[in-house]
């Protein structure tokens, strides 16, 4: 795949040599965990790569779009993944950016908590992947694990250019991940088995990196 240059990128030269600098997913996942969290303090927002390179802050779907953006540089493609939790059980979305090697899956991950994070290329599919990340994806005050479905990858390259450096909230793909197809991991009949996180995963679900 050729990779992304600065031209076709729009990006500053700062910005594409930091990403440039990022040469392997490693490098990339280290970069975004000195990121501060985007708390969101002064409402939602979806932040393009630049905005977040100028603003040195991010949330998950942020983290994975510089993550992808770093990937497209070094001729990988950028693939994002989203999961979603059981609805109405007062959890978010987590959206990751996605990467091979050897031909197996791997993610990079912009989280608060312990879990949800970086996992290494031993996966055979994104459904292995996703599944890696059901057991401790519970909720905290109530030890119920939630994740229930992954999306199908998506290519990043479908929106062109425009969405690396763009100054506006970027909700257009917040609907594009919307609008996938989403693969349940839990057969129907088997969520009356998941056993809840007991209290020592739950001590440790309360970890985080980054205060509020």
Known sequence: MKCLTRE???????????????????KIQDFLDTLPFN????????????????????????????????????GEPPLIMNFSPKAGRGDFDHVVALYQRGGQWGAISKTNHACLRFRDPIYHTPRELALSY???????????????????????????????TAVEDLWNIDEALDALPYYDLVPKGNWKYVRKADPMELKAGKLIEWKP
Not at 8 to 26: H, M, N, W
Request: charge should be positive; hydrophobic fraction near 35%; aromatic fraction near 10%.
């Open 39 to 74: 708390f969101e303090k002064k409402g939602d927002t979806h932040m393009s790569p630049h905005m977040v390179l100028n603003n040195k802050k991010a949330h998950c779907i942020e983290g994975a779009l510089l993550a992808a953006t770093a990937l497209w540089i070094h």
């Open 134 to 164: 059901f057991h401790e994806w519970f909720i905290n005050k109530t030890g119920e694990k939630v994740l229930e479905q992954y999306s199908k990858p998506l290519d990043m390259r479908r929106f062109k250019t425009a969405w690396l």
């Open 8 to 26: 076709e990128s729009g990006l500053s030269s700062r910005d594409y040599q930091t990403l440039k600098r990022l040469s392997t997913p490693i």
